[in-house]
């Protein structure tokens, strides 16, 4: 066979090979980079030789760096900056303490446990001080956590990746020059560190602002080439960064989707979609090529050791950095041990000790096989451990209640307002939106967290979390506006408990619209909104009632019209009350009554009521 057809056949197995352990982990509900590298190492030269990296010789490190591009740029665009601030003290600490701590630890387990010289094992430990969105994301869509834990692990994964792949560099380049590849002075030494950051800052600040102002224009960027002009800008800056300075690219695409995401350009959910698809197929093609570049002796050769090196990193050298790291933080002594134990090692730490292999090999060097081994071992290792045991700790902390499922609630009426605080004072994650600023800052007043913007645009909700909200509650005094976004919702989000509130008088607006939409009504029956508000805002009462026995679906029960069901509580869960809904006995629900409470448990006595 031809050199050609080799190496398309070697591309062609990546693309499908990926594909299928993604396929594969999201079936068996496992987390997709062990599967990917088990199956980069069956397909490699070692084993079945389907897949062949070295026949890509260069350009098997080009297309590393330009698919990092793409996956670190995404995870700037995905996270939340008003979530990320929240957390603030517990990121910084864990990208300044917590890389400090673990480059220590790591690097003294790597040289006596691990048995690699101090300059190589210096380098490991500069290694593995990185996480990344890629295995931190996925795995945390599969538990619930409270909202700051969340913020802390996925800001970390983010920002650290840029901190920790240029530190390795940095150490790579004093290494060499250690060993007489090239000549590095203190200064030299500095420059490599905090050079690369400053560059790559500003390269992806200007890129960013440039960028968003470029897609602004749709006379200049028609709609079915914004995406694409969106990655060629990505790969430009990238590129630019890294001819200025050698990796400083990795910080310019992260700042480069921080300062996008702030520029609120037209259609962002859609590049966001775009650009997630583009970091599947990256993620899936490199963990193949990279597993099947690394021989299977070499991973027999490094052994034990290794594997005790990822046990160290995973069971002492995490916990310690972080738990030092967040000493001073609003973290609880369980969100801290939650995440101590998740610290999984992803792309970036593969793609760099694949280049440094390289650099080592080309140096002439012993050691760079060696390296590859041990970081890959760690990766298998704390992905699979922090994968398949999260879920389980989730449960074992008692962090698995509501309080990492949010609830978003369109408008900031008093209304919307009390729904809001009911759900936030028993653990729900709340956010509302509306478009009038002062409902906004009264919102804002009560404790609440709102923010001003129109629920009806796709990019709203999006920034709002709408991707992983469990609930949303539309209560403005618009109907129509309600039933439009529980479509979008359902319809581009998935949500789903998406429930609207409509007029007692129709106003266009009927049950079976609601139904066909795929929402349940809201508060479980057609009701008067400006009414409602007026009553809450002058004097309506609000109280907790339990269901003596089990009633029927909300929606057909004969209660009263000064009495409105607001939130069922069924242990720890508190969830709006909609049509559909049923109480069982024993259960609690918060109503507000236009009367005194009195009168109104007089009412519910006609269900056969009790007191709570």
């Known amino acids: ?69 793409i996956i670190l740029f995404e995870g700037a665009l995905s996270l939340r900056l008003e979530d990320l601030r929240h957390a603030a003290a517990e990121v910084r600490g864990l990208i300044t303490t917590g890389v400090a701590v673990t480059w220590l630890l790591a690097t003294l387990a790597a040289r006596w446990p691990g048995g690699l010289s101090w300059p190589l094992a210096l380098v490991f430990g500069a290694l593995v001080t990185v996480t990344g969105p890629t295995v931190v994301q996925p795995l945390l869509r599969r538990v619930s956590v409270p909202r700051r834990v969340k913020a802390a692990l996925e800001g970390e994964a983010i920002l650290i990746d840029p901190v920790g792949a240029i530190l ?6 004093a290494v060499l020059g250690y060993y007489g590849a090239h000549h590095l002075t203190w200064y030299g030494a500095l420059w490599a560190y905090f050079g690369r950051i400053l560059v790559g800052a500003i390269c992806g600040t200007a890129g960013g602002w440039l960028l968003s102002r470029l897609l602004r224009r749709h006379d200049w960027v028609p709609l079915e080439l914004r995406n694409l002009v969106a990655l060629a800008g990505v790969w430009v800056v990238f590129a630019i960064a890294e001819a200025l300075l050698p990796e400083s690219g990795l910080m310019a695409v992260v700042a480069m ?57 995973a069971l002492v050298v995490r916990p310690a950095a972080v738990f030092l790291a967040t000493r001073r933080t609003s973290l609880t002594t369980a969100e801290r041990a939650f995440v101590a134990w998740v610290g999984p090692r992803g792309i970036i730490a593969a793609s760099v000790a694949s280049l440094f292999a390289l650099y080592l090999n080309n140096a002439g060097l012993a050691g760079g096989d060696d390296l590859l081994a041990f970081v890959f071992v760690t990766i298998f290792l704390t992905v699979t451990l922090a994968g398949l045991t999260a879920p ?8 698995s209640h509501r309080a990492g499922r949010l609830a978003i609630v369109v408008s900031a009426g008093p209304l919307a307002r009390s729904a809001a605080r009911l759900l936030a004072a028993h653990g729900r994650q709340v956010v509302l939106v509306d478009h009038n600023q002062s409902l906004v800052w ?19 909700l999006a920034h709002l979390g709408a991707d992983e909200a469990e609930t949303l509650l ?16 359902r319809e581009e989000f998935h949500t789903a408990r998406a429930y609207p509130v409509i007029d007692a008088a129709g106003k266009g607006v009927s049950p079976r619209l609601v139904e066909q939409v795929g929402g349940r009504i809201a508060f479980g029956r057609p009701l008067d909104v400006r009414e409602w508000e007026h009553a809450l805002e002058h004097g309506a009462v609000t109280f907790t009632w339990e269901a003596p026995a089990d009633l029927g679906a909300v929606g057909g029960l004969d209660l009263p019209e000064f009495l409105l069901p607001l939130v069922r509580l069924r242990g720890e869960d508190a969830e709006i009350v909609h049509a559909g809904q049923t109480w069982e006995a024993g259960e609690k629900v918060i109503f507000a009554s236009r009367r005194d409470e009195a009168a109104a448990r007089r009412a519910l006595a006609a269900l056969g009521g009790g007191a709570a």
């Open 257 to 313: 989707g921080l300062v996008f995401q702030r520029a609120e350009v037209p259609e962002e959910r859609r590049l966001r979609n775009f650009k997630e698809q583009l970091t599947v197929l990256g993620i899936s093609v490199l963990f193949i090529l990279l597993a099947a570049d690394l021989p299977l002796e070499t991973v027999r050769a490094a052994g034990w050791p290794a594997l005790w090196v990822a046990l160290l990193l």
């Open 474 to 489: 539309a209560a403005t005094s618009n109907p129509e506006v309600n039933v439009l976004v529980v479509q979008i919702a």
């Open 168 to 173: 390795a560099v940095a150490v790579m380049d």
């Open 1 to 69: 066979m031809s050199h050609e057809g080799a190496l398309l056949l070697t591309v062609a197995w990546a693309v499908g090979l990926g594909l299928a352990g993604q396929l594969l982990a999201h079936r068996l509900k496992l987390p997709a980079i062990v599967l990917l590298l088990l199956l980069g190492l069956l397909a490699g030269p070692s084993l079945l030789g389907w897949v062949h990296p070295e026949m890509m010789g260069p350009g098997l490190g080009v297309l590393v760096k330009l698919a990092v591009a």
């Open 442 to 460: 009264a919102a804002r007043r009560e404790g609440l967290e709102a923010e001003q913007g129109n629920a009806l645009e796709e990019d709203t």
């Open 392 to 399: 389980l700790l989730v449960r074992l902390l008692g962090l």
